[in-house]
């Protein structure tokens, strides 16, 4: 029997066979590549969280055993952080999440532990912020320097006053924020102070020296 190749059923039968092979080759690529896809996630996390150490450059395979020699994640009241020892200093790396002005932006604030409360280094990264504008708290490492020294706390408060300003009235909490991104560093600066607010800064210390 000749099959009619210009009837609709032809061309319905025809359409979902081939929806149906496409979707079963696309499933099998992705489950083929999750993997790796995992792996390379895990790889940029651990990068980032070494930028924020100012450990910077590094190739994959070095980026690997610096974070398994400097690097170990921990927690305390159920808020995760990274305990990290740099050429014997003791440093804690905190997560951070929050809005810019198109989309998420994220990064790692690292503290000395010693005083947890002195920025030894940061790295910020975003999802869609504008390229030459907002996207310079990714691309502009100069500018994520800036934060190097910075105070989390002004004198005996306990507040998170370090962030983000437009004028700069406090050299010792404060970091310029980005020209010609006024939305996103006002997001970079309630994403520090939201975030860190969330960590009992004191349990933290206290875990800390008694791991020692």
Same mark, same amino acid.
């Given at each position: 029997?000749?099959?009619? @190749? ?17 979707? =079963?080759?696309? /499933?099998?690529?992705?489950? /083929? ?5 995992? *792996? ?16 910077? $450059? #590094? ?14 994640? &921990? ?5 995760? =952080?990274? !305990?990290?020892?740099? &050429?014997? *200093? ?5 997560? +951070? ?26 790295? =910020?990264?975003?999802?869609?912020? @504008?390229?030459? #504008?907002?996207?310079?708290? %990714? ?9 190097? $020294?910075?105070?989390?706390? /002004?004198?005996?408060? %306990?507040?998170?006053? +370090? $962030?983000?300003?437009?004028?700069? @009235? ?15 560093? !006002? $997001?970079?600066?309630?994403?520090? %102070? @939201? ?5 009992? #800064? ?6 800390? %020296?008694?791991?020692?």
């Amino acid at each position: 029997m000749k099959l009619n @190749t210009n009837s609709n059923s032809y061309t319905m039968v025809y359409s979902i066979v081939l929806v149906v092979i496409v979707s =079963f080759l696309l /499933a099998f690529v992705y489950v /083929a590549l999750k993997p790796q896809q995992d *792996r390379n996630v895990a790889l940029d996390e651990k990068k980032q969280i070494l930028n924020s150490l100012n450990l910077r $450059g #590094l190739s994959d395979t070095d980026a690997e055993a610096t974070y398994n020699k400097v690097v170990s994640k &921990d927690s305390v009241n159920h808020k995760p =952080f990274y !305990n990290c020892n740099v &050429d014997g *200093r003791r440093v804690v790396v905190f997560p +951070l999440k929050g809005m810019g002005l198109w989309g998420g932006i994220s990064g790692y604030i690292a503290v000395d532990a010693s005083d947890m409360n002195t920025v030894y280094g940061v790295y =910020f990264n975003h999802e869609s912020e @504008t390229a030459g #504008l907002g996207a310079e708290i %990714k691309d502009n490492v100069e500018w994520q320097k800036k934060f190097i $020294g910075k105070k989390l706390h /002004a004198g005996d408060s %306990k507040d998170i006053v +370090l $962030g983000v300003k437009k004028k700069v @009235t406090d050299k010792t909490t404060q970091v310029d924020a980005v020209t010609g991104a006024t939305l996103t560093s !006002n $997001g970079v600066d309630a994403m520090l %102070k @939201t975030c860190l607010t969330q960590y009992d #800064l004191e349990a933290i210390s206290k875990s800390i %020296k008694a791991s020692k």
